[in-house]
């Protein structure tokens, strides 16, 4: 299970994360693996820009982003080249 700190995001924020994760798996359900890929990246590329800008809550939602990402990458068995 995933051990995750307790930072309460913003609503805008989880709702993003939500959207694009199924809009990824769509896209991963069309055929369209990478494009699903970098729709999960982009979110994770900018959370991370987030944590960098000193949001609290910030890496708490890397983390998820990232968790995510990793995930798609495990279900449609799409290379993860930000997992290491």
């Known amino acids: 299970m995933l051990d995750l700190p307790d930072i309460i995001l913003p609503d805008?924020?989880?709702?993003?994360?939500?959207?694009?994760?199924?809009?990824?798996?769509?896209?991963a359900q069309a055929g369209r693996f990478a494009d699903g890929y970098d729709c999960l990246s982009a979110g994770l590329e900018r959370a991370l820009r987030t944590a960098?800008?000193?949001e609290p809550w910030g890496p708490a939602l890397a983390d998820r982003w990232s968790h995510t990402l990793q995930s798609y990458c495990r279900r449609f068995g799409v290379f993860d080249s930000q997992a290491e």
């Open 12 to 27: 805008t924020e989880l709702n993003a994360l939500v959207m694009a994760a199924l809009h990824a798996v769509g896209l």
């Open 52 to 54: 960098e800008e000193g």
